[in-house]
């Protein structure tokens, strides 16, 4: 038998990068720190990127062009986010680097075939996620000039029905905060709680090797 000071440390896992959108910074942290991921690496890209996903593909290229050779395994932490196949398009000169699955960041935390049955349910639906809650005054309300022009509400939320807030933690404050944004635009509320959805999936597969 030998003795517990002929035991030899375990090799660390080699660093492992995921570039993502600023939108899902907070959950990566928290998934990383909650599982001992100490080789993740997480570069968040700009979240605003969002209002013009043309600008996703070419950010996601010098990136990755910046990363290769220094890593174990390259994940993107994005879905197709409103690039129309840009993102993919990019993937396919890296081969062995993946994205998150679905189309949006609501297929990825709540599943497409739940976003789907939302969908058909009242297509009229506006999305928000804890992030876009915390950050609705800066995204949408300024973004918008809602504040200068109210009246605009009706212009662009006037084919919309109701508010579905998918939360990623169960907070009573974000909540609030949720209820309020779907008040101010004039629209119904549903909350559907979703956790981390297939985030936490993929991104313990990446970490994993």
Not at 66 to 93: E, K, N, P, T
Not at 100 to 107: F, I, N, S
Request: proline residues 5%; negative net charge; aromatic residues 10%.
């Amino acid at each position: 038998m030998s003795k517990s000071g002929d035991s030899k440390p375990q090799p660390r896992p080699a660093p492992v990068l995921v570039i993502a959108c600023g939108a899902l910074g907070r959950e990566l942290h928290a998934l990383r720190q909650a599982n001992g991921w100490d080789h993740l690496r997480i570069r968040c890209l700009d979240a605003a990127l969002h209002l013009r996903p043309q600008g996703i593909a070419p950010r996601l290229r010098v990136e990755l062009e910046r990363a290769q050779g220094q890593y174990a395994r390259v994940f993107v932490g994005y879905a197709d986010c409103g690039s129309y196949g840009g993102i993919d398009r990019v993937l396919a000169d890296f081969p062995g680097v993946e994205r998150l699955p679905g189309l949006h960041c609501y297929d990825v935390f709540a599943g497409a075939e739940r976003i789907e049955h939302l969908a058909e349910e009242e297509p009229g639906t506006f999305y928000l996620t804890d992030f876009l809650v915390r950050f609705f005054e800066r995204l949408v309300v300024e973004t918008l000039d809602l504040d200068g022009h109210p009246e605009l509400a009706e212009a662009f939320f006037g084919n919309y029905r109701r508010v579905v807030y998918l939360s990623q933690t169960r907070d009573e404050e974000l909540l609030t905060e949720a209820r309020t944004a779907a008040t101010r635009l004039g629209l119904e509320f549903t909350h559907v709680h979703t956790g981390y959805g297939a985030l936490d999936a993929q991104v313990a597969r990446i970490a994993a090797g």
